[in-house]
């Protein structure tokens, strides 16, 4: 068997910007536990594999792994993923059209591709459950895991929420960029705290003013599950979107938000992020951007 492999940067056009992710090919007889080893190997925060889908109507089955464990779901994996298929051509011996449909554990996933000059250079993706709360953390334990002071957590538009499209995430609004550039994830709290471990990632943000050229920044911390900070989040920031739709949105129409993430990190993010309302409810949440080719190769241990 022959494992091979294409990186990419998601949600960036520029080279060592966005969020790296490994695609892996090949990978029909590996067992959970060696496409763990491999993601661990990659150490990104995710890792895709490819594999047939169950459906043959849908373009394939993708699994999706941190360093640390298998996730339901997940956005710069789908976007990097369906990018990567988009410039291959086919996949399974079948053609790639603009538009995939892929079976993973959360649910099917919708992709569309993104073209320019008639060539694909990014993706986005539907999530595949509506956005669902469940339920609040306390803000003072909040802080402590942000390393931050309680007066730094905004609680006026909504208290730190659980909110999930297929992956939960603490959604936590602080004051200002400084308290955005200030957080920094404390492991010991968050395996301490009753409200917090239990989700265990948080995604914090801060709304920009008007000299910004970005609507949000967001960060997000995930170390219990091997990701310290992650570049570029999809899946939290389509949660974000769904929960901003439901305090913010129209009763019918579209919201659309430019989401930037990774710049404290060094690895510079550009989320596009949309929801659909109609009637007061939100019936469609995509987070999309572009991608760039950064290496390929073959696995050869095993």
């Known amino acids: 068997m022959t494992l091979t492999y294409e990186t990419v940067d998601v ?4 080279a060592f ?4 992710l490994a695609v892996v090919f090949g990978a029909e007889g590996l067992s959970a536990a060696a496409m763990q080893a491999i993601a661990r190997e990659f150490n990104y925060s995710e890792t895709t594999f490819v594999l047939p889908p169950q459906n043959p109507a849908h373009t394939a089955r993708v699994r999706i792994f941190t360093p640390n464990i298998e996730v339901p779901f997940a956005g710069h994996p789908n976007v990097g993923t369906a990018t990567v298929l988009a410039w291959r051509d086919k996949v399974f011996d079948r053609p790639i059209g603009d538009r995939m449909v892929f079976e993973e554990t959360a649910g099917l996933v919708p992709v569309a ?3 320019e000059g008639g060539r694909p250079v990014g993706a986005t993706l539907t ?7 469940l339920g609040e953390a306390d803000a003072t334990e909040v802080a402590a895991c942000l390393g931050l002071r309680p007066s730094q957590i905004r609680e006026g538009r909504h208290q730190p929420v659980t909110g999930t499209v297929g992956l939960p995430f603490l959604l936590v609004e602080l004051t200002d960029r400084a308290a955005l550039e200030a957080a920094r994830p404390v492991t010991s709290a968050i395996l301490s705290s009753p409200s917090v471990a239990p989700v265990k990632d948080i995604h914090c943000y801060v709304r920009t003013g008007n000299g910004d050229d970005v609507d949000l920044r967001t960060r997000m911390f995930a170390p219990l599950d091997g990701v310290p900070e992650d570049p570029a989040t999809g899946s939290a920031n389509c949660a974000l979107a769904g929960l901003l739709a439901e305090l913010d949105g129209p009763a019918d129409g579209t919201i659309r938000l430019r989401i930037a993430q990774g710049v404290e990190m060094g690895r510079p993010s550009l989320l596009l992020a ?3 309302r109609t009637g007061g409810v939100t019936t469609a949440i995509r987070i ?5 080719a950064i290496r390929r190769g073959e696995i050869v241990a095993g």
């Open 11 to 14: 949600f960036t056009d520029v």
């Open 17 to 20: 910007g966005g969020n790296p």
């Open 113 to 115: 591709i993104i073209q």
């Open 127 to 133: 999530a595949p459950q509506p956005f669902q709360r």
């Open 274 to 276: 949309e929801a659909d």
């Open 288 to 292: 999309g951007g572009r991608c760039v």
